[in-house]
């Protein structure tokens, strides 16, 4: 091959081989990915009628299963009907559990992660702001969810213009553990950022937490 075509174009097509196998193990992993959603989303339905049959609607189990299942249809990008189930579920877990029970934190957080979803972001934020108060008091400064939280309040500040405010919140959430490397430079909230000299230490700090 390299005598016909040239050591040149023979690495260039090597190259353009090697690209165009990520481009499509990526798409493999994505379909796969999806399947794996749907083939969840159909256990947690049937484990949600279940559970309101025999448990009833304010079990815990039932809450569990509610919040699952919400989080399949978020991840398969339908927001509005996660919605619905995280304020369905979220009604019943502050009744039953209590407004500072990690579970009742956890579903309030979903909820916003929705309506970021859905570009309510403002909505969203103020829930976070909301929700971080209340996961420091109950779960701790360096409580995953905590972290999470903080990292979220990061990506909406970015949504919004502030640079500033989101260097610092994400520098933060990382600096106490939260995330990795990767984490920092697949997420497409964080894409203005790249290049940013401040945002980069902090991808090199988070490749110090889990690699």
């Known amino acids: 091959m390299e005598r016909l075509l040239g050591p040149a174009h023979d690495g260039a097509g090597i190259r353009h081989l090697e690209q165009r196998d990520q481009r499509l193990g990526a798409l493999l992993d994505a379909r796969r990915f999806q ?66 029970h990690p579970d009742t934190l956890r579903l309030m957080l979903s909820l916003a992660n929705a309506y970021s979803a859905e570009g309510r972001h403002a909505e969203a934020e103020a829930i976070y702001v909301d929700g971080l108060a209340t ?26 213009g502030d640079r500033t405010a989101a260097l610092r919140q994400l520098r933060e959430a990382v600096e106490n553990g939260y995330g ?30 889990r690699g």
């Open 35 to 100: 399947q794996r959603l749907q083939d969840a989303e159909a256990l947690y339905r049937e484990a949600l009628d279940t559970s309101r049959r025999v448990l009833g609607p304010d079990h815990p189990e039932t809450l569990k299963s509610t919040m699952l299942l919400a989080n399949a249809c978020l991840g398969q990008k339908r927001s509005e009907e996660a919605e619905g189930l995280y304020r369905q579920a979220l009604e019943v877990s502050r009744r039953v559990l209590g407004p500072d």
């Open 135 to 160: 996961s420091r008091r109950v779960l701790g400064p360096n409580h995953p969810d905590t972290l999470q939280t903080i990292y979220n309040l990061g990506c909406s500040a970015l949504r919004r």
């Open 180 to 209: 990795t490397a990767r984490t920092l430079k697949d997420d497409p909230d964080l894409q203005p950022l790249g290049g940013d000299p401040e945002f980069e230490a902090i991808v090199a700090l988070a490749a110090k937490n």
